[in-house]
């Protein structure tokens, strides 16, 4: 695996970005929102979103369009809720309006068919009209089990019209509940740590991902990124 020396440095948030997370929840939220920054794509997609921590860094930290996608409601109203009291903080500080750049949808990924013209409408409000493709970023932190490997096959079938899904990042959580390696590389059941991280990776390239890198994000977790 990777050593310590991949972790990702990065620089405080205000600390209303960080509001009610713990530790070791901001340990790995702050460097995966840096990361996903760094694609330098305006548009992104926070699949199994939680309690939108990530998605207020990015919102309200990076000026970044999110969409949050989570099946379970009361997360999703928790994200929308701190997102306004952070909004309206900001507001007192720096006279700034609230960017309304945060956008939550109540769904399981599974029906990906159904939020995902929702989620470009989204993007596409207050784009030029001439502007035709939106590049989107995929993410997704602390998924659990199989669900990243959902998630690549969600988005290695999107071919909808009108957006990219040009660049993707998640690090994976929970490994125990993985059930089966899903890659060519290997048997489904050769389950360790170290091959599903490489499963993971193997199987992004059978699907067409690009640059695909594995590195250390911070606390025992890793990210996957790639680029489509
Ligand atoms: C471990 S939490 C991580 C939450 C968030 N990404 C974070 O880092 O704070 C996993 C999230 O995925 C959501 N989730 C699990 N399966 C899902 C599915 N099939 N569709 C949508 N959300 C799902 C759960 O409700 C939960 O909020």
Redesign the pocket.
């Known amino acids: 695996m990777y050593d310590r020396q991949d972790f990702i440095a990065v620089p405080p948030l205000s600390s209303s970005l960080t509001l009610g997370m713990s530790p070791a ?1 901001t340990a ?2 702050v460097p ?1 929102a840096h990361k996903t920054a760094s694609f330098g794509v305006s548009n992104v997609l ?9 998605a207020r860094i990015l919102a309200n930290g990076f000026g970044l369009k999110v969409c949050c ?4 409601k009361d ?1 999703i109203k928790s994200s929308l809720r701190i997102h306004s009291l952070i909004q309206q903080e900001q507001v007192l500080q720096t006279s700034l309006g609230p960017s309304g750049n945060l956008h939550a949808v109540a ?4 029906e990906w068919e159904n939020f995902i013209d929702e989620a470009t409408s989204f993007f596409r409000r207050k784009t030029r009209l001439g502007e035709k493709e939106l590049d989107v970023a995929v993410v ?5 089990g199989d ?1 990243v490997y ?1 998630v690549i096959d969600l988005v290695s079938g999107c071919n909808r019209a009108g957006i990219r899904l040009c660049a993707f990042l998640v ?1 994976p ?2 490994l125990h509940k993985v059930v089966s390696l899903r890659s060519k590389a290997f048997r489904a059941s050769e389950v360790c740590v170290e091959n599903i991280y490489k499963d993971i990776q193997e199987y992004l390239v059978e699907r067409g991902f690009r640059n695909v890198h594995l590195g250390y994000l911070n606390i025992g977790y890793y990210y996957i990124e790639a680029t489509r």
Not at 69 to 72: G, I, Q, S
């Open positions: 929840k790995v939220t995966f926070d699949l199994g979103s939680g309690k939108g921590y990530l996608v989570d099946h379970n997360r769904a399981p990924i599974e997704g932190l602390q998924l659990c669900m959902r690090s959580c929970c």
